[in-house]
Antibody, heavy 118, light 107 residues
Framework: EVQLVESGGGLVQPGGSLRLSCAASGFTFRTYWMNWVRQAPGKGLVWVSRINSDGSSTGYADSVKGRFTISRDNAKNTLYLQMNSLRAEDTAVYYC???????????WGQGTLVTVSS | EIVLTQSPATLSLSPGERATLSCRASQSLSSYLAWYRQKPGQAPRLLIYDASNRATGIPARFSGSGSGTDFTLTITSLEPEDFAVYYCQQRSNWPLTFGGGTKVEIK
């Protein structure tokens, strides 16, 4: 069974940092691209970042470029999102997603809540 | 960045009725358009990929159509679990983008 389990969310002050993790199991993690997608309270879905299967290529939404860093450890089957210089507008539930452009199967974690507030 | 516009914002229907949701893209997507359903407190669930293909385990009452810039999700007979928010997503270009959502509520 494919599972994605996020962790690392919590309350952080503006300007602070947080690192999210996404533990993957039930599939060959090293062969899949992965995304982070977020959802602010009561709002829609927004793609945040992506990483290719071996970690050599990454991409970011303009709103987080230069502040967030996506990475992965294929030996540990884990995806990360390092978030620095956090702002109130980064408050959201963050989901990791196993990504394929064209596939009948799509997997998301349950999400982890990040709250940026003083 | 490709902008997706969903309409209507809210659809008020009764169980058993037909729902038709629209998604319009600011430029051609070929067929790389997906539809998701999201229930409160849950992660989104993939319903349709490549504009018209049902995802694994999705019942036949869900169908998708369209290509280029105009796409439609149809639910032929609403079940209680279908009252939720629906998002379209384009997978044609990076950055991936989502529409603003259509809420299907009980009339």
């Amino acid at each position: 069974e494919v599972q994605l389990v996020e962790s690392g969310g919590g309350l952080v002050q503006p300007g602070g940092s947080l690192r999210l993790s996404c533990a993957a199991s039930g599939f060959t993690f090293r062969t899949y691209w992965m995304n982070w997608v977020r959802q602010a309270p009561g709002k829609g879905l927004v793609w945040v970042s992506r990483i290719n299967s071996d970690g050599s290529s990454t991409g970011y939404a303009d709103s987080v470029k230069g502040r967030f860093t996506i990475s992965r450890d294929n030996a540990k089957n884990t995806l990360y999102l390092q978030m620095n210089s956090l702002r109130a507008e980064d408050t959201a539930v963050y989901y990791c997603e196993r990504y394929q452009q064209s596939s009948s199967e799509d997997y998301w974690g349950q999400g982890t809540l990040v709250t940026v507030s003083s | 960045e490709i902008v997706l516009t969903q309409s209507p914002a809210t659809l008020s229907l009764s169980p058993g009725e037909r729902a038709t949701l629209s998604c319009r893209a600011s430029q051609s997507l070929s067929s790389y358009l997906a539809w998701y359903r999201q229930k409160p407190g849950q992660a989104p669930r993939l319903l349709i990929y490549d504009a018209s293909n049902r995802a694994t385990g999705i019942p036949a009452r869900f169908s998708g159509s369209g290509s280029g810039t105009d796409f439609t999700l149809t639910i032929t007979s609403l079940e209680p679990e279908d009252f939720a928010v629906y998002y379209c997503q384009q997978r044609s270009n990076w950055p991936l983008t989502f529409g603003g959502g259509t809420k299907v509520e009980i009339k």
